[in-house]
């Protein structure tokens, strides 16, 4: 399934909500193989739209995880369920997304509604005041399981795209990962207090629907590759605790 409305660049701060249903492959790139990597996407795939020239094809990413004040999410407790919530900022744009996912054997599901950030206060309100508001899903859902900011995470991504039948397919490499514990309800541009993530590489993953395509399939053959679990917000608690 893959549901979306996209936003129109021209106007940015359209309500923008999807659904979709996905598969992720994490895998665990040296920096040498990753540079392979990235020469290979840049022959056989387009650049996605967002990415700009200045930071190497890539685009920056902020993310505001949410959990409960016992962690219940980072240890996986029946509390805490399996659902990750968060809120993902793309450099300084003036733009929220609030989002929940959810991963069993590869498959992910999300969902995300966007909300201009100025509306970022209406998320800790009791009650809405606003039943039409695209935000009170999320603002409901993290209210009932008691949630709040726990972990910041910057990073920046290098993303490629194309067309299989009639699908999307997304190539994606994170690096530059920092992360630390936040528990204020804001998401700055870039974190104030950089913390780097140790990873011994960086993440690169291959997001598709149903069955893997050729092109992705021709990657696996031509460059040596190794799988990981690797998660961020697990890893950005882990390093702060």
Same mark, same amino acid.
């Not at 992720?24 to 920096?31: A, I, Y």
């Not at 990753?34 to 020469?39: E, F, W, Y």
């Not at 290098?158 to 067309?163: E, K, N, P």
């Not at 207090?193 to 990657?219: T, V």
């Given at each position: 399934?893959?549901?979306?409305?996209?936003?129109? %660049?021209?106007?940015?701060?359209?309500?923008?909500?999807?659904?979709?249903?996905?598969? @992720?492959?994490?895998?665990?790139?040296?920096?040498?193989?990753?540079?392979?990597?990235?020469?290979?996407?840049? %022959?056989?795939?387009?650049?996605?739209?967002?990415?700009?020239?200045? =930071?190497?094809?890539?685009?920056?990413?902020?993310?505001?995880?949410?959990?409960?004040?016992?962690?219940?999410?980072?240890?996986?407790?029946?509390?805490?369920?399996?659902?990750?919530?968060?809120?993902?900022?793309?450099?300084?744009?003036?733009?929220?997304?609030? @989002?929940?996912?959810?991963?069993?054997?590869?498959?992910?599901?999300? #969902?995300?509604?966007? =909300?201009?950030?100025?509306?970022?206060?209406?998320?800790?309100?009791?009650?809405?005041?606003?039943?039409?508001?695209?935000?009170?899903?999320?603002?409901?859902?993290?209210?009932?399981?008691?949630?709040?900011? !726990?972990?910041?995470?910057?990073?920046?991504?290098?993303?490629?795209?194309?067309?299989?039948?009639?699908?999307?397919?997304?190539?994606?490499?994170?690096?530059?990962?920092?992360?630390?514990?936040?528990?204020?309800? @804001?998401?700055?541009?870039?974190? #104030?207090?950089?913390?780097?993530?140790?990873?011994?590489?960086?993440?690169?993953?291959?997001?598709?629907?149903?069955?893997?395509?050729?092109?992705?399939?021709?990657?696996?053959?031509?460059?040596?590759?190794? !799988?990981?679990?690797?998660?961020?917000?697990?890893?950005?608690?882990? !390093?702060?605790?």
């Amino acid at each position: 399934m893959d549901l979306k409305l996209f936003v129109p %660049e021209s106007d940015p701060m359209q309500v923008y909500q999807a659904q979709d249903r996905r598969i @992720e492959l994490k895998f665990l790139l040296t920096p040498e193989v990753s540079r392979q990597v990235r020469n290979w996407a840049r %022959e056989q795939m387009d650049p996605d739209p967002h990415c700009t020239t200045a =930071i190497g094809d890539s685009y920056a990413i902020n993310t505001l995880y949410l959990d409960t004040p016992a962690l219940d999410i980072y240890r996986k407790t029946r509390l805490g369920g399996t659902t990750k919530y968060r809120l993902r900022r793309y450099a300084a744009e003036p733009v929220l997304w609030l @989002e929940t996912k959810s991963k069993r054997n590869n498959i992910v599901q999300k #969902s995300r509604t966007s =909300i201009p950030a100025a509306q970022l206060p209406l998320l800790q309100q009791l009650e809405s005041t606003d039943d039409l508001w695209p935000g009170d899903w999320f603002r409901q859902s993290i209210q009932k399981r008691g949630l709040h900011p !726990s972990a910041l995470v910057h990073y920046q991504r290098f993303a490629r795209v194309a067309r299989y039948q009639d699908q999307h397919i997304r190539l994606t490499i994170d690096n530059q990962l920092a992360g630390q514990k936040c528990s204020r309800w @804001e998401i700055p541009g870039q974190p #104030s207090d950089r913390s780097d993530l140790y990873l011994g590489g960086e993440i690169m993953e291959l997001k598709f629907h149903d069955i893997l395509p050729p092109l992705f399939k021709r990657l696996l053959l031509e460059i040596p590759l190794i !799988s990981t679990g690797f998660s961020k917000y697990r890893t950005a608690v882990a !390093s702060n605790l």
